[in-house]
């Protein structure tokens, strides 16, 4: 089954709206990382969160890890922000491998 | 994000080609690891290599030959690739290669096979 799951799968959002995207995972995780990926493909990561809330700017991040999921938050939106959301967590079927979520592309219109 | 740089960002091939892919990791990590990420699918994992010795190949066909010649420096050879290997190829790198481990990836080549 699916061990990674991310929702929804497509965001479209009016600048300046909020948004919350959703990662629910399969495994007890020592690791989960959120990671944006910019229309040009590179990965920048946002938040290594295996545990708690940390904020960053406009994006914040909580993850509860004995309920197996993880939210992304943004705030005022911004055209910037549109891209695609990646989480990824190590998966004790997969040998304990970073595995990603199929991802949330988000579009921030103007 | 500059530490870890990837050449070329863009490559097309035939068939019958053999090319390589570099990365190069600034960080002063020890871990090195190689994913692929196709049109609708999620990143999936090739290789992985912690102080220079290979520790995962997840079962990657022979046409892809990964080398890290030191912990530094990731190459990915390619040959006699098939039209379904056209992907996005994302290298990263990490402090131990540990599950706890931050992964911190390059800017990606893209590939595409005529």
């Known amino acids: 089954g699916i061990q990674v799951e991310q929702s929804p799968p497509d965001l479209i959002l009016q600048e300046g709206a909020n948004s919350t995207l959703r990662c629910n995972f399969s495994?007890?995780?020592?690791?989960l990382q959120w990671f944006h990926q910019n229309p040009w493909g590179q990965l920048i990561n946002l938040f290594y969160i295996p545990s708690g809330t940390k904020q960053n700017g406009r994006l914040s991040a909580t993850t509860v890890a004995t309920e197996r999921y993880s939210l992304l938050y943004i705030s005022s939106s911004q055209t910037t922000d549109s891209g695609v959301y990646f989480c990824?967590?190590?998966?004790?079927?997969?040998?304990?491998?970073?595995?990603f979520g199929g991802g949330t592309r988000v579009l921030v219109k103007p | 994000e500059t530490g870890v740089t990837q050449t070329p960002r863009h490559l097309v091939m035939g068939m019958t080609n053999k090319k390589s892919l570099k990365c190069e990791q600034h960080l002063g990590h020890n871990a090195m690891y190689w994913y692929k990420q196709s049109a609708k699918k999620p990143l999936e994992l090739m290789f992985v290599?912690?102080?220079?010795?290979?520790?995962e190949n997840n079962s990657v066909p022979s046409r892809f030959s990964p080398e890290c010649p030191n912990s530094s420096h990731l190459f990915l050879h390619l040959h006699t690739l098939q039209p379904e290997d056209s992907a996005l190829y994302l290298c990263?790198?990490?402090?131990?290669?540990?599950?706890?481990?931050?992964?911190?990836f390059g800017p990606g080549t893209r590939l595409t096979v005529l």
């Open positions: 990824a967590v190590p998966i004790k079927a997969a040998g304990n491998k970073l595995t």
């Open positions: 290599y912690s102080l220079e010795e290979r520790v």
């Open positions: 495994d007890s995780v020592n690791n």
């Open positions: 990263a790198s990490s402090q131990q290669g540990a599950s706890t481990d931050t992964q911190y």
